[in-house]
Nanobody
Framework: QVQLVESGGASVQPGGSLRLSCAAS????????MGWYRQAPGKQRELVAT???????NYADSVKGRFTISRDNAKNMVYLRMNSLKPDDTAVYYC????WGAGYVVTSDYWGQGTQVTVSS
């Protein structure tokens, strides 16, 4: 079992920056991928960024060039650096961790409780 705790959410003005952090309860080396998802009011949860155990990253088109995902295996942490924030980035941001088996079938799927990011002038 893996527990995830997010932090770093805040209210910022458009154009501002934030860094979200996700602390995992155990070693993240055994996890195939970790990522950040977000859910805005009235909308479905959507992928923001993912990073595999090998360091490969993937980003939603809407955040490419503005957000950077990274991980620190020694500290069991995953981060999301968000620059040039826009009002459309307003959402609850969730940390996710996954393991998968053959054929990339997800065998374990863990979620944090979320952290609120509000971008408004």
């Amino acid at each position: 079992q893996v527990q995830l705790v997010e932090s770093g959410g805040a209210s910022v003005q458009p154009g501002g920056s934030l860094r979200l952090s996700c602390a995992a309860s155990g070693s993240i080396l055994s996890l195939n991928a970790m990522g950040w998802y977000r859910q805005a009011p009235g909308k479905q949860r959507e992928l923001v960024a993912t990073i595999t155990s090998g360091g490969s990253t993937n980003y939603a088109d809407s955040v490419k060039g503005r957000f950077t995902i990274s991980r620190d295996n020694a500290k069991n942490m995953v981060y999301l650096r968000m620059n040039s924030l826009k009002p459309d980035d307003t959402a609850v941001y969730y940390c996710n961790a996954r393991r998968w088996g053959a054929g990339y079938v997800v065998t374990s799927d863990y979620w944090g409780q979320g952290t609120q990011v509000t971008v408004s002038s």
